[in-house]
């Protein structure tokens, strides 16, 4: 069974940056779209950005300009750097994977999550 795991969230005030890792168990993620969602208290999670199989990337609207994901498949690692953060960009942040890309960009019934990285900006 695939499992993921983030790694690099934490405490940074505004304005700061961070990277978050994101890497699976197994040698299947040359086939796997990825994607990272975030969930922040209150909230239902939403999709943040996602890079395809063929290195192809769709961002949310209020990440755009900030936030850039990619993929090193050698690696079997997804990464999203963080730049110019906000307080509102608090949340658990969650990397998944699926086949398929419809299913991946509405948050369907994903293939697989990883347990999920908390990222705090401080005013």
């Known amino acids: 069974q695939v499992q993921l795991v983030e790694s690099g969230g934490g405490l940074v005030q505004a304005g700061g940056s961070l990277r978050l890792s994101c890497t699976a168990s197994?040698?299947?993620?040359?086939?796997?779209?990825m994607a990272w969602y975030r969930q922040a208290p209150g909230s239902q999670r939403e999709l943040v950005a996602l890079v395809d199989t063929g290195g192809g990337t769709v961002y949310a609207d209020s990440v755009k300009g900030r936030f850039t994901i990619s993929r090193d498949n050698a690696k079997n690692t997804m990464y999203m750097q963080m730049n110019s953060l906000k307080p509102e960009d608090t949340a658990v942040y969650y990397c998944?994977?699926?086949?398929?890309?419809?299913?991946?960009?509405?948050?369907?019934?994903?293939?697989?999550w990883g347990q999920g990285t908390l990222v705090t900006v401080s005013a």
């Open positions: 998944a994977a699926d086949q398929s890309l419809p299913t991946i960009r509405k948050q369907g019934n994903l293939e697989v």
């Open positions: 197994a040698n299947i993620f040359n086939s796997r779209n």
